[in-house]
């Protein structure tokens, strides 16, 4: 481990050289003098007086270097059965034109713009033009309801809102505008300019005078980058917490340029000109990363792929994209393989393809059980390096750096700490746990340069939520340890966030749906184990008294509830009733010992609990319905 140790202590210990050194390896308008400060709140700045432009480094930068011939995005679709390849050339036109656009349609530097949009290139140069005039993009996950979307218009405020007609799920097409107008409608913020791009022809029916054609701002003149201060939002990125209200993670330009040119060259040693897979969603923080800004600032080619692992057209999807367009290195979620394992399990899809192009394959998302992580690695015989991060980072905080040496994977662990990356585990009541004792992960402050300043318009929740709790360190949300190498070993959440499918989804905004519903007088949502998708959520309702409901009945009017106000990708698909929650003598409901039930887990009796024979009616309860892989049924 010597020549990580060395190179991770360097990021530690000499913090600031460290980074002014991964900072020169960018363009800079104007080099940063000052590295590290903080400011009247305490809160951390990298590079603050530098001045850069995301999309420069993308796109012009890399033509001017001799890569304007070389595709620079592979937009792949099996759901609409199309491939098309764009040079760093026409990829630079068309944002430079796009970005005119919006000027032209009253969008300046500061300003915000939502994008709502399904996984097409369109998406990508909307981003790309937006980060071009100094624009903060706020780019929503396409399959959120409209209810989801008009909490982050109201609270991102857009001057634009950028969507699409449809997107497309299998075989099933989704329109788009009629989710926009809806949102807009519950929305108090009403954004002056939508602009819509028409997949089909005629699709949608605009009004001409506050929707504008996307391919008519495509006609613009071409417009210059706009230098931006280093910390200057690049984008908001809104992400599930704790309760019903997502958290707007904001990103700054500098400091995130600096961290991605760093992992693609270090953590995911990706070369310029090869080729980068993330198999993600724009809506996400992957897609962002590493579908977007990651691979364009490298001068890799990146591949945005518009299907599923599986069903488009079988189990062998992935693996033909690979052999097709020669992926050097890929990313995505351990549920992906596991859809794929589930309906190949002997691997036979990638005989038919030549795989002899992908160097690594990346996970992260959730953790990757060792199952599937075995299954995948014997398959692939190439390293399988599970990675742990999150939305608030932008970057990974744990993982192995293959650009740097090739120190060994353990399966179930995320590996090692990033450079950059303080990870402590820590108890509840902040005392530091030695090798081997599970707690609460928190990173030391200050973070390495990508990760969130703040969050949007809201200091004192960035506060409250990541580092009040253990003064001096952020608080991850998640749980786990480290063993005697200092391999990092990521157990889950320890809030009311859960993943599912690698969607990230608040537990706390599904209690508050549930708990509208007219005849519920009380209820928990858990994540319980699955086996597919990670996890998904399950509610235990209880009645008001008189409320005679049957629980198929119940149980169906909040499936649609969930599915109404957050999307079908919630995978909300039980609900049980119980005639008393399980709860602390102080009267808090012990989720998690449900959820033990559900799972199966043996746990010791909470010793605060007020009545443990409610812990047999909810196990009955449980069996009866066969919720939970306890009970044999997923
Ligand atoms: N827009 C609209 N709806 C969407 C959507 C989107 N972008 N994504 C998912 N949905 C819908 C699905 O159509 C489905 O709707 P239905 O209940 O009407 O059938 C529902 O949400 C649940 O979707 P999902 O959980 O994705 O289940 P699935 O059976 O369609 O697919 C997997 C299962 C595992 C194949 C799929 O979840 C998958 O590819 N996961 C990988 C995700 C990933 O890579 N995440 C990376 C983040 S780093
Ligand atoms: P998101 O912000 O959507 O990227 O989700 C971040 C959360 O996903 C983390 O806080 C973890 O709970 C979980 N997660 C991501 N990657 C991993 C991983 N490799 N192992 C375990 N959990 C992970």
Request: with cysteine.
């Amino acid at each position: 481990m010597e020549k990580y140790n060395a190179i991770y202590r360097q990021s530690i210990d000499n913090k600031e050289v460290f980074w002014k050194e991964q900072a020169a390896q960018l363009h800079w308008f104007k080099a940063p003098k000052t590295i590290l400060s903080q400011n009247e709140k305490g809160f951390y700045r990298w590079f603050a007086d530098g001045e850069i432009n995301t999309c420069y480094l993308c796109l012009d930068q890399q033509v001017e270097q001799g890569r304007g011939e070389q595709i620079a995005l592979i937009y792949d679709s099996p759901v609409t059965h199309k491939i098309k390849k764009y040079s760093y050339r026409e990829l630079l036109d068309l944002v430079s034109r796009f970005a005119g656009g919006l000027q032209t349609a009253g969008i300046r530097k500061g300003d915000t713009v939502v994008i709502y949009m399904p996984m097409i290139p369109q998406a990508v140069i909307a981003m790309l033009a937006c980060a071009r005039i100094g624009a903060i993009h706020s780019v929503v996950f396409g399959g959120f309801a409209p209810h989801e979307l008009a909490m982050r218009i109201d609270d991102a405020l857009p001057k634009a809102i950028i969507s699409a007609s449809y997107g497309v799920e299998f075989d099933k097409t989704i329109p788009y505008k009629p989710l926009v107008d809806r949102a807009i409608e519950e929305a108090l913020h009403k954004p002056p300019v939508h602009i819509f791009y028409e997949r089909t022809p005629g699709y949608d029916e605009l009004d001409g005078i506050s929707e504008m054609d996307y391919n008519q701002l495509l006609l613009s003149e071409p417009v210059p980058c706009v230098p931006v201060l280093s910390g200057d939002p690049l984008y908001i990125l809104y992400t599930s917490g704790t309760t019903g209200k997502p958290k707007g993670i904001i990103r700054d330009h500098g400091g995130y340029a600096t961290a991605l040119k760093f992992s693609m060259d270090h953590i995911y040693d990706a070369r310029p000109g090869e080729v980068y897979w993330a198999a993600s969603d724009v809506g996400w923080v992957v897609g962002h990363s590493y579908i977007v800004y990651g691979p364009l600032l490298q001068g890799c080619t990146t591949i945005l792929y518009e299907g599923k692992p599986i069903r488009t057209p079988d189990a062998a999807a992935f693996w033909r994209v690979i052999s097709e367009h020669r992926v050097n290195v890929m990313f995505t979620a351990p549920t992906a393989i596991r859809a794929i394992k589930k309906e190949d399990h002997e691997g036979e899809g990638t005989r038919h393809y030549d795989l002899s192009s992908l160097k690594y394959l990346f996970l992260a998302g959730e953790r990757c059980d060792p199952a599937t992580y075995h299954w995948v690695k014997d398959l692939l015989q190439i390293p399988v390096i599970d990675h742990w991060w999150q939305t608030e980072t932008g970057w990974p905080m744990v993982g192995l750096m293959m650009g740097h040496d090739h120190l060994p994977p353990k399966a179930g662990s995320a590996g090692l700490p990033v450079c950059g990356y303080e990870i402590h585990v820590i108890s509840e009541d902040g005392v530091e746990l030695g090798k081997g004792k599970e707690g609460y992960i928190a990173a030391k402050l200050p973070l390495p340069p990508g990760c969130l300043p703040t969050l949007w318009k809201n200091d004192d929740r960035f506060i409250a939520g990541y580092l009040q709790h253990f003064p001096g360190y952020y608080q991850t949300g998640d749980g786990g340890y480290l063993d005697e190498e200092g391999y990092c070993y990521i157990m889950g959440r320890v809030d009311d966030v859960i993943n599912v499918s690698g969607h990230r989804l608040s537990t706390g905004e599904m209690e508050e749906l549930v708990a509208s519903h007219p005849a519920i007088a009380e209820c928990a949502v858990m994540g319980i184990a699955d086996e597919l998708r990670g996890q998904r959520p399950i509610a235990l309702v209880v009645l008001k008294d008189g409320h005679q409901i049957e629980e198929e009945i119940i149980e169906e009017e909040l499936v649609a509830l969930i599915r109404e106000k957050i999307g079908a990708v919630a995978y909300f698909r039980n609900a049980a009733i119980a005639k008393r929650l399980p709860k602390t003598r102080s009267g808090k409901i012990l989720r998690k010992t449900i959820r033990q039930i559900a799972d199966g887990e043996s746990f010791a009796l909470p010793s605060t609990i007020d009545d443990p024979k409610i812990l047999d009616e909810i196990r009955e309860i449980l069996e009866e319905r066969k919720v939970g892989i306890a009970f044999n049924k997923v």
